[in-house]
């Protein structure tokens, strides 16, 4: 039991039970009801995986750009950049010899997010700016930039194809599961099966020594930014295919702030050092449970920022060890009787 509650899954998935048990008393039951149309699965918590599934793809980029004592508040710009190209291509605004294909587009999209990154990871590891004022820089004009792929407009797009990205299911189960799934399973295998996770962690307890141990920390920290990126374009992917279009102003705005929270949620320090890719995944469904119970409760959604807010300042505290030790101190302390 030691052994478990010393695994950094053990806390956020308690919580994520918490929660669920939470919606499930006050709903009385009708939070977990689950129906079947057609041979796809509907209900709340569907909802929370398929909604969560933005969330869960940059919780696995950022806990890697976390764990080195980073950061990178521009995956919402990012997000804005490839739902723009990718709705603009196919709806043959641009690269119209393309013939609105929607792979084509995917493809490019995707492209545009890793270069993204590559911008960020060259501040950041090359010139040695400071990670948020690095990517600040991407937060401010990437926005300006999808809006001038877009021409300033909202692109809607009726590609079924391109639809399919979000809307589409396997098995029963909603399809963007399976894309969140696929980037948990490879961000896995190359953190735990090579040598990169370690120098991940190594950089983010002390980045001088882990150059002075033979670690490249330049090169590894350029393709973290990269990485970050990709799973950047690829939520922007989602959201865009999920609105059938692009808009330019609100997609992935301020989702930079819940992919931190979902990564602080899964035990991640801020400061960087251990990180663990699971951990954050359930991280990202305790902000999408959080989200969920809130809409089908019929509070008024300004109330979840308030909510998001207080958690932030939870797990702050949490994580200060000064903080911590004042708690032990004050009620570790025995009173004694005269």
């Known amino acids: 039991m030691n052994k478990l509650k010393s695994r950094m899954e053990f806390r956020p998935l308690v919580s994520l039970i918490i929660i669920l048990l939470v919606c499930g008393i006050f709903s ?24 969560g599934s933005r969330y869960m793809i ?10 080195t004592g980073g950061t990178d508040i521009s995956v919402g710009s990012v997000m804005a950049i490839s739902g723009a190209l990718a709705c603009s291509i196919v709806d043959q605004r641009i690269l119209a010899m393309l013939h609105g294909n929607v792979f084509a587009a995917v493809g490019i999209a995707l492209l545009a ?6 911008w960020n990871g060259f501040l950041v590891a090359k010139l040695k700016v400071q990670p948020i004022v690095a990517t600040m820089i991407l937060m401010t004009a ?11 407009k909202i692109v809607t797009i009726t590609s079924d194809s391109y639809y ?6 396997v098995l029963g189960l909603p399809f963007p599961l399976f894309i969140a799934a696929f980037m948990l399973i490879f961000a896995v295998l190359i953190t735990k099966k090579t040598a990169f996770g370690l120098a991940v962690e190594s950089i983010g307890v002390n980045a001088d020594s882990a150059r002075l141990s033979g670690i490249k920390v330049e090169r590894n920290l350029w393709m973290i930014y990269i990485f970050c990126g ?12 999920g609105i059938k279009g692009a808009d330019c102003n609100n997609c992935g705005l ?25 951990a954050s995944i359930i991280g990202a469904l305790v902000v999408q449970t959080i989200t969920t119970m809130i809409l089908a409760f019929g509070v008024a959604p300004e109330v979840i920022r308030v909510f998001k807010a ?15 030790a004042k708690l032990k101190n004050a009620f570790g302390k025995k009173k004694v009787v005269a």
Not at 164 to 169: E, F, M, W
């Open 310 to 324: 207080l958690i932030v300042i939870v797990i702050c505290l949490a994580q200060s060890p000064a903080f911590v």
């Open 254 to 278: 301020m989702i930079e702030m819940d992919g931190i929270l979902a990564v602080a949620i899964g035990g991640t320090s801020l400061s960087g050092g251990r990180f663990s890719l699971i």
């Open 142 to 152: 990437g926005r300006g930039i999808a809006q001038l792929i877009a021409d300033g």
């Open 28 to 51: 009385g039951g009708s939070f977990f009801e689950i129906s079947v149309v057609e041979g796809h699965l509907y209900g709340r918590l569907i909802d929370i995986l398929r909604n």
């Open 230 to 241: 990709v799973c950047a374009a690829i939520a922007g992917l989602i959201e865009s295919a």
């Open 113 to 118: 997010g890793a270069l993204c990154g590559a």
């Open 164 to 169: 399919y990205i979000s809307g589409g299911y």
């Open 58 to 67: 940059l919780a696995i980029g950022m806990s890697m750009v976390l764990a």
